[in-house]
């Protein structure tokens, strides 16, 4: 079974349900996961808009969101950041990639697991040796 990891510009997509990358999601149900950075990096989004919230219908309004978000995030498996993840992460940033600690991170996890890569981003992932990637927004 192929492993399909989806970066966080692909997540909002699938949140927002954007029709081609709903299509391809759907088409690879099952077989989808993330990172438990992107599914920080989610949550943390969602958080903070819920804390500022300072009238009812903000409130509201964000309470709903964190709600719909934690629901849709609890549907996906998460992958840890964990050893091997750690090293492989180490081992890409001594290679100077140019991309940002998150999308390794990432790569990371996704290298370690077998994954490909799920991302609109793939100008900066390409960097990744040996990572496979696939953009679902086209």
């Not at 990639?97 to 697991?113: E, M, P, S, T, Y």
């Amino acid at each position: 079974m192929r492993l399909f990891v989806l970066d966080t510009d692909t997540v909002s997509l699938l949140q927002r349900r954007v029709t081609i990358g709903c299509e391809r999601g759907a088409a690879h149900a099952g077989e989808t996961a993330l990172t438990v950075g992107t599914a920080a990096e989610e949550l943390s989004g969602w958080y903070g808009l819920f804390r500022k919230a300072n009238k009812p219908d903000r409130l509201m309004k964000s309470d709903r969101s964190l709600a719909e978000n934690v629901r849709f995030l609890s549907q996906l498996r998460i992958l840890d950041y964990d050893e091997p993840a750690l090293s492989r992460y180490e081992e890409l940033k001594r290679q100077k990639l140019n991309i940002g600690k998150f999308d390794l991170r990432i790569a990371a996890v996704a290298l370690h697991h077998g994954a490909i890569v799920v991302t609109c981003n793939v100008r900066h992932f390409q960097r990744v040796p040996g990572l496979q990637i696939e953009d679902w927004s086209k």
